[in-house]
């Protein structure tokens, strides 16, 4: 039987990447049957195929495989990871199905936002297949989101801190608002009265008697 090429619309990338449905040698109808509904769209009912596959042939490598695509494409990230990975544990020396199978999981960890882990996914499906140029595309991909990331990060560390400043700017402000203020009026009383002291010291000077400077007896 010949291999099916199932292919799909990333969302994220905008970009065609390929998802191979590999063959088992003998597969059974509910696989086949799997295959034919998601390649009509019907991933729901591909889903419930492939289960019914798997109960009949667990170590099925396409119905595992195919069961992370149709979980995939109902956006169940996390349940299409872990049938990926179990695709993986079916066929640990195959270089096309373990490309394959790291490059869907690094799309299912992309779009979980998981992007450090898809880019490690990436990586590990370049290592199996190094020609791959949408596995290449996609990782490039991966890695300036991660980018954007830590620079979204930084700006948000960089306004954190400006509103923590303005917040002790405000507090400060606050707290100069509530020390007693002294008033025009008051400020005018109290020069007054330092006046009025001063010129009643003064008046003082004036009433007390003049005292006689007593001469220094002189040696003629």
């Not at 608002?177 to 006046?195: D, F, H, R």
């Amino acid at each position: 039987m010949k291999l099916f090429e199932i292919k799909w619309q990333f969302i994220l990338f905008c970009a065609l990447i390929v998802s191979s449905t590999l063959s088992a040698q003998e597969e059974s109808t509910d696989v086949r049957e799997g295959n034919k509904l998601y390649k009509s769209d019907k991933f729901v009912d591909a889903e419930v195929a492939y289960r019914k596959g798997l109960q009949k042939n667990p170590k099925s490598f396409e119905g595992t495989y195919n069961l992370g695509n149709a979980l995939f494409k109902q956006k169940k990230y996390p349940e299409a990871l872990e049938q990926y990975k179990n695709a993986l544990a079916l066929q640990p020396t195959a270089k096309d199905k373990i490309a394959a199978a790291f490059h869907n999981a690094g799309n299912a960890l992309l779009s979980d936002k998981k992007i450090e882990e898809s880019i490690n996914a990436y990586k590990m499906a370049l290592k199996a297949n190094p020609k791959d140029d949408e596995t290449r595309y996609n990782l490039a991909y991966a890695q300036m989101m991660l980018k954007k990331q830590q620079q979204n990060k930084d700006k948000d560390k960089d306004k954190e801190k400006e509103k923590e400043q303005k917040k002790e700017q405000d507090k400060n402000q606050q707290q100069q608002q509530q020390q007693p203020q002294m008033s025009k009026q008051n400020a005018q009383q109290i020069l007054e009265a330092l006046m009025q002291d001063e010129k009643n010291t003064m008046d003082k000077k004036k009433k007390q008697p003049v005292r006689a400077r007593k001469s220094a007896d002189k040696d003629w």
